[in-house]
């Protein structure tokens, strides 16, 4: 190869090259608007990377398991734990359910142990499973100290070593008072909690991880990567800080550590953010100087995101999850929990466990996900994506420490309160299209009927069946992107009125067919009935048919210049015999004109879809 080398016929070409041949493309168009991605994080991205751009990424010169991780803490594959976490209501349930995930492909379980507050109780838990064979992560804990002496008992009582079994505790010092306003029990007691739990694991469970930072509820409250990314360690480093403080070693606390993130669809973006998380955490735990490479090698959780989730079209939740999963993967997380794709409208069944299972097996025994290590790495892209969100992460974690850190920020608000903007930002963007979710703000299934699969009103449930009041720390609002544009068409079945839309489709083909495409989505999503038409010779005609059909709304789909023949006469056979008058499009310079013939509503791209849609719903009296 070195003397027949590919390519040699194609002499190199520089960027200014590139860059000439682009603009020339572009016939004068701006580059910056046509081509570079104003991504929500605040980062721009461009449309193309090349070697060059590399140069001056440092921790390009490190191997996987070597410092400062960025590339992973295995040298030899990328093995990861494929685990589910359970959730139905009771002790037995959670058994069978966990027996029948490690029967078929699992090998860790997350278990909410919130019930279990006797050794009897732990037996019924845990009736059948060896811990030994699998990684048991409990969640929900009333007293977590007292579920791992439970635990322990259980361990010893069946024949193992407790030295030897792995697993995690969601003991999160920060969650409570994120979620519910409040720190359970006082701050103080929460982190005199956290000390007993590394304690007790040091002697008695020696390989088990007693700590996890929840990145994900900030995830699942609206965040951006950057925010999900910088504030889970500001976290972090405040329970090391408050920790060491307390008189236990960096060395007792960083390799006790979970990073428990959220993972949604932007797919290269949520590889990027993985990699940047073990890049900074190297550079935080650097400054405790730790004495054992231990403290660097982070333990990484990834959960597919609930705030992508929808309850109509709802097997699209499998095709998200299932690129959700893969970049988990791709970026070397350690542990990944793909949720059943039935989460936000029903407690899921074997069926949706096994598709969550399922896809994950499918990653590590067909696409042989688990032999690369780090397959991302030198892509100049991703690369940068690495850099450029470690950088602003970084900008974002020190915003918090110039606060005080972590808990002084929680208490002033300013954690939730960026959240919430960027959140806003983000509802914004579905509420006008700018982000489609697939099947809830555009291109909705007709025929699709929410009602008859919702079992539940949220994705979200609240395992400490508590409520949240006047509380002294604003909680973070976890919620799902569709649920806006959900209550409307749940509003719309709820009422057992459909309003029927026709399209009086007239002339240019091309344009009353994609007008008309656009309609069927712009009022399909809000559940309505679209009565579509192949094309009208005249506005006449057109008026005629929706009066047969007994239309509600009536939506003109043609040509800005066709428009100018038909609008007229189209609205003075319909005014006052229907709700509401629309044309599909924007035609600036007639739209005046057209409303004083009694166009109602101009529907185009631009248009905020869920405020002119809950307009219509109050129209029609539906709430």
């Not at 701006?30 to 721009?44: A, H, N, P, R």
């Not at 020190?398 to 309160?417: C, M, N, R, T, W």
């Not at 013939?597 to 849609?613: A, M, P, Q, R, S």
Request: charged share 25%; net charge negative.
């Amino acid at each position: 190869m070195e003397n027949n080398k590919l390519f040699t016929e194609f002499p190199p070409i520089s960027t200014e090259k590139w860059e000439e041949v682009i603009n020339k493309d572009l016939k004068g168009a701006d580059y910056e608007k046509k081509l570079v991605w104003k991504t929500i994080e605040g980062f721009k991205v461009k449309p193309y990377y090349r070697a060059e751009d590399l140069e001056n990424l440092e921790y390009l010169n490190s191997n996987p398991n070597q410092a400062p991780y960025t590339r992973g803490k295995h040298a030899d594959n990328n093995v990861w734990d494929i685990r589910e976490d359970i959730m139905p209501d009771t002790l037995e349930k959670m058994n069978a359910t966990a027996l029948e995930a490690l029967n078929r492909g699992a090998n860790a379980l997350g278990l909410r142990a919130g019930k279990v507050d006797s050794q009897e109780k732990m037996e019924i838990l845990l009736k059948g499973i060896v811990p030994e064979a699998c990684k048991i992560n409990f969640l929900c804990s009333k007293d977590m100290l007292q579920t791992l002496k439970y635990f322990v008992e259980f361990i010893k009582a069946h024949g193992g070593n407790p030295e030897n079994v792995e697993g995690s505790c969601n003991f999160d010092p920060y969650e409570h008072a994120l979620l519910k306003g409040e720190y359970k029990g006082g701050e103080a007691e929460t982190f005199a909690e956290a000390k007993a739990l590394i304690e007790y694991a040091k002697v008695n469970l020696p390989k088990f991880h007693v700590l996890t930072v929840n990145g994900k509820n900030i995830h699942n409250a609206g965040s951006n990567i950057v925010q999900e990314l910088g504030f889970t360690l500001a976290a972090a480093n405040d329970i090391l800080a408050h920790l060491t403080d307390l008189g236990l070693a960096v060395e007792d606390i960083a390799p006790r550590m979970v990073f428990n993130f959220g993972i949604g669809s932007t797919y290269f973006m949520e590889i990027a953010k993985i990699r940047a998380a073990r890049l900074l955490w190297s550079k935080i735990v650097e400054q405790y100087k730790p004495s054992c490479d231990c403290c660097y090698k982070v333990y990484i959780n990834a959960t597919t995101s609930t705030w992508n989730t929808t309850v109509f079209d709802p097997y699209v939740n499998m095709l998200r999850s299932t690129t959700e999963t893969m970049s988990a993967c791709i970026a070397g997380a350690d542990s990944i929990t793909t949720n059943p794709f039935d989460i936000a409208f029903e407690d899921p069944d074997s069926f949706s466990y096994r598709i969550g299972r399922n896809q994950q097996i499918l990653l590590k025994e067909e696409s042989y996900m688990d032999k690369i290590v780090d397959p991302a790495a030198g892509s100049y892209y991703i690369e940068n994506l690495t850099d450029s969100i470690a950088q602003y992460a970084w900008q974002q974690f020190l915003s918090v420490e110039e606060k005080g850190g972590f808990a002084k920020a929680i208490a002033e608000g300013y954690v939730q309160d960026e959240v919430a903007r960027v959140a806003q930002q983000r509802d914004m963007d579905i509420a006008t299209r700018k982000t489609t979710i697939l099947g809830t703000n555009q291109y909705p299934n007709l025929n699709d009927k929410g009602l008859e699969r919702l079992k539940k009103e949220s994705a979200y449930g609240c395992c400490c069946n508590c409520e949240c009041k006047d509380t002294p720390i604003k909680p973070l609002r976890l919620y799902r992107g569709a649920e806006a544009f959900e209550h409307l068409r749940l509003a719309t079945e709820k009422s057992g009125k459909r309003p029927k839309v026709f399209l009086l489709t007239y002339g240019n083909l091309a344009m009353r067919k994609a007008r008309s495409g656009f309609s069927t989505n712009f009022f399909g999503v809000a559940g309505y009935e679209i009565i579509d038409n192949v094309g009208f010779e005249s506005a006449e005609q057109g008026v005629k048919a929706a009066l047969e059909a007994k239309a509600d709304i009536v939506v003109l789909c043609s040509s800005d210049e066709e428009y100018a023949d038909i609008t007229e006469a189209a609205c003075k056979g319909l005014k006052g015999k229907v709700k509401s008058i629309v044309v599909a499009g924007n035609p600036k310079e007639m739209i005046e004109t057209f409303k004083g013939y009694g166009v109602d509503e101009f529907i185009h791209v631009k248009t905020n879809v869920l405020d002119c849609l809950t307009k219509y719903q109050k129209l029609f009296g539906i709430e």
